[in-house]
């Protein structure tokens, strides 16, 4: 692979997304991932997709609170509106995406079809350190809930990428000394 191309989703999603209808049962969908060895499938209703179930959410949402997976529907379950991005998105621009929304996939849609998924694992098997990105959100919140204004924390720099032991947090912003006084 040609090292001055940036990546781009294309470059590293997952083609074949499974699909379940909004009216089937966790049950049935759950073996469907079995089936398939997936940990999530794309609903679909209206003509198109509108959630995502993942093996979490039948853990966290139906499995935990004891409910009985033939009588939950994952229309009960899943999550929507889908955030999606474009093929040609960077791999950069994605792992920000997930990183602010909180989440591990991202649905690929090319002239409103979906054609693919791209999770966080298909990022770390590319990239490594944007897994590091990924995963220090939930660093990132406590360092704001306690620090915004005032204070340091370490880290890299969201501006210039670069590590520092005294970042400090601006408007949401993790930045260094060099970054702040630019």
């Known amino acids: 692979m040609d090292e001055e191309k940036e ?3 294309g470059d590293a999603m997952t083609r074949g997304v499974i699909c379940v209808d909004i009216g089937d049962n966790v049950k049935s969908v759950a073996e ?8 999530s499938v794309i609903v679909t209703g209206k003509g198109g997709g509108i959630g995502i179930v993942t093996e979490r959410d039948i853990t966290t949402k139906v499995v935990a609170g ?18 999606t991005v474009k093929p040609d998105t960077s791999i950069d ?9 909180d989440i591990r996939r991202l649905i ?13 694992f298909d990022i770390v098997r590319i990239e490594p350190a944007l897994h ?3 995963r220090e959100k939930s660093k990132w919140n406590i360092a704001e809930n306690h ?6 924390v370490s880290g890299s720099c969201e501006e210039c990428e670069n590590y520092s032991e005294n970042l400090r947090i601006i408007d949401g912003r993790m930045l260094c000394e060099d970054c702040l006084s630019e």
Do not use: C
């Not at 620090?147 to 340091?152: D, H, K, L, T, V």
């Open 66 to 83: 004891g409910a009985d997976p033939k009588m939950v529907s994952v229309a009960e379950i899943m999550t929507q509106p889908l955030i």
């Open 32 to 39: 469907v991932m079995t089936k398939n060895d997936i940990s």
């Open 93 to 101: 621009d994605a792992a920000r995406i997930m990183r602010d929304n």
């Open 132 to 134: 590091m990105l990924i």
């Open 108 to 120: 690929v849609e090319d002239k409103d079809k979906i054609v693919g998924v791209l999770s966080e």
């Open 147 to 152: 620090f915004e204004g005032a204070g340091s």
């Open 7 to 9: 990546l781009s989703v």
